[in-house]
């Protein structure tokens, strides 16, 4: 099967799914190319969680929020942009929507969930 060479994709063709995150439109997936995803992310509350192969590339369309990035904690508003390298704790809160380019492209076995420190330490 010869490739064509390019994706076209429009929003209102792509599936929305529930996530750690949020909820997520996934426009361009892993099953499209193992290059890069982009995902547009609605974000309230995120679970802390890293990644051991994608760099995520957050832009934020609207809305305000913060990001966890390891231990600092970074203000969230439109037009902020945000690199986050593999084996960085990270989670979103507040209400905002974001672009999300994963390079290479976000695959479900490549998300790790932090554990809380319960109350029993």
Known sequence: MKKKGYIVKNIEEAITVPCPCGESTRIIQYTDTPVANLHVTHIMDSTKHYHKECTEYYYIL?????????????????????????????????????????????????????????ENE
Not at 75 to 81: A, N, V
Not at 86 to 107: E, L, Q
């Open 62 to 118: 609207e809305g305000k929020g913060f990001m966890e990035l390891g231990d600092d904690v970074v203000e969230l508003r439109p037009g902020t942009t945000i690199v986050i390298e593999p084996g960085t704790p990270h989670r979103g809160y507040g209400d905002f929507k974001a672009i999300i380019v994963g390079i290479p492209a976000w695959k479900h076995t490549d998300e790790f969930f932090c554990e809380e420190k319960g």
